[in-house]
């Protein structure tokens, strides 16, 4: 056969495109736990630098240690038994069985369905809860942005407020990832004295002479769109059929909602 026949070199393509393939497969599962494990590590990272405790010269894990991880009925407030570390609530919020679709006049955060359990997660000091973490979602003007609130335990109050996912346009909506903007969240109030949602975001700059300056942070130039699917994103959250019943349990329980 010659070396130029047409055969020939279909069998070398093939045995190459072969070759190539089994080394990809295998690379693939080789990494998927390292991934995985990536995944996990990230995850946690970012919940740490919500509950503001996060070291970057410091084991993550050793950290994590004082995070408790729980999984709350959005519904009644109370926890369920759900292995808190395995629970995938983005994978749940697509599945009937295990989420709810939003009425479009209360879908303020343009989600469609929200699982019908969440993750929380709280910062204690042995038996004092210092910050309760809670994970958020809602569309901006070109994503779904994900990021977590962090309040005092008075759970009325921003201790931390950031995104870890998102896909923003850069320079503009983008500047959610400004350090000096997320500052801006810090010690600002969620509930006025009726226990409605009231934090707010401003076009401009927030007045100091505004008597409800406390409830308000200042917006971000060129980003109407997304500073609204900010502001809509915790109207949602924070509400009634958010994490409300779960911060008023807490409340009532003076943060000792262990169950």
Known sequence: MSNESTAKIFGVAFTLCLVCSLLVSTAAVGLKS???????????????????IYDEDASVDKLFQQIESKVVDLSTGEYVDIDAVTYDQRKAAKAPETSVAIKAGKDLAGIGRRAKFANVYLLKDGDTLKRVVLPVHGKGLWSTMYGFIALAPDFNTVKNFGFYEHAETPGLGGEVDNPNWKALWVGKKVFDEKGEVALDIVKGAVSASDIKAVYKVDGLAGATLTCNGVENLILYWLSE???????????????????
């Open 34 to 52: 390292i991934q995985e494990a990536n995944k996990v590590r990230e995850r946690k990272v970012n919940i740490l630098k919500a509950a503001g």
């Open 241 to 259: 059929d958010g994490f409300t019943p779960y911060l008023k349990r807490l409340a009532a329980e003076g943060g000792k909602n262990n169950g």
